[in-house]
């Protein structure tokens, strides 16, 4: 016991002249393993879906290749898993995955009693519903009476019986899990409505309607009916392996914030700016107190861009979604995504 005892504070004093931070078992075994292990969702535009090659791509998927390049120096070292919404937190308590990247709201009760953290919030969302115009609605004060399909397991369920209840309205639910076959359903008419988060609900209207109907026989009612900040999950228990998901996300912000991207982040590791120094690992120090690499953020933005470059590229402009970034915009431009500062 005492043996035990002498043996615990040296190796406490050790981490502590180290200054560095713990490694735990789950960040001991993914770097054995060499890859993460990123559960996402089954396929949905903008977010998370692999391509005719098998590439996924999306704001979520980056979000796991950025934890990637802060690990392993190279953002393609991640093993995506597609998850129901069902599946997806068994998954990360079990162990079958490293992260849940599977747009995934922070609630209290998913925080504590399910054993997980979220580490940040990667897109401020709340939940809407879709209908087909043809339906003649124009807002959800008028579903009363409505078949909806809905993802079991979600957020979105227990929104809809509240929002319903709160408006003495009644609806039939036709609860789905798997993401393609709830599409299926709503395109088919099994369902007046499909209710899910709004972004989901976009990219559902820009990437999913079956010819000959198209984007615009569809409608997203005005009316957002709860908040849904979606972020990244991992299991509690490794502080570090959180620590690392949860600045390899703020260093996406961060850079967006100092004008770092992909195509000047070769030039920015000139920069005066002391901040910029910083977070690029020129002044080393970042990269040691989070137990990576110093050239982390470098890696991240030289491989995966910066948060709106990934938002621009996936979501926004440059995606066939043309998501406003409305909640998503940066502090400084009136919107809600502030990372702590790097340093
Ligand atoms: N944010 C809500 C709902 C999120 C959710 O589960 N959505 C599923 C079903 S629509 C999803 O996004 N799946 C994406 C996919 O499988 O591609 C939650 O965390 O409960």
Redesign the pocket.
Known sequence: MRNTIVAMAAGLAAIAASGTAMAGKDLDAIKARGAVNCG?????AG???ADSQGKWRGLSVDVCRAVAAALFGDAEKVKYV????QQ?FTAVQSGEVDMVM????Y?LT?DTALGLDFTGIFYY?G?SFLVPKKLGVKSAKELNGATICV?P??????NLADYFRANKMTFKPVVIE???E?RAAFFAGRCDVYT??AS?LAATRAANVPPPRTFDDFLILPEIISK?P?GPVVRHGDNQFADIVRWALYAMIEAEEYGINTKNVDDMLKSDNPAIKRILGVTPGMGKALGVDEKWVYTIIKQVGNYGESFDRNLGPESPLKIDRGLNKLWTQGGLQYAPPIR
Request: aromatic fraction near 2%.
């Open positions: 996402v969702g089954i396929g949905t977010f998370m879906l597609p998850l129901t919404s997806r599977g747009n995934a709201t609630t998913r969302d939940q993802a397991g979600t957020t979105t369920e227990l798997k993401v393609d709830i899910t988060d989901a849904e979606l």
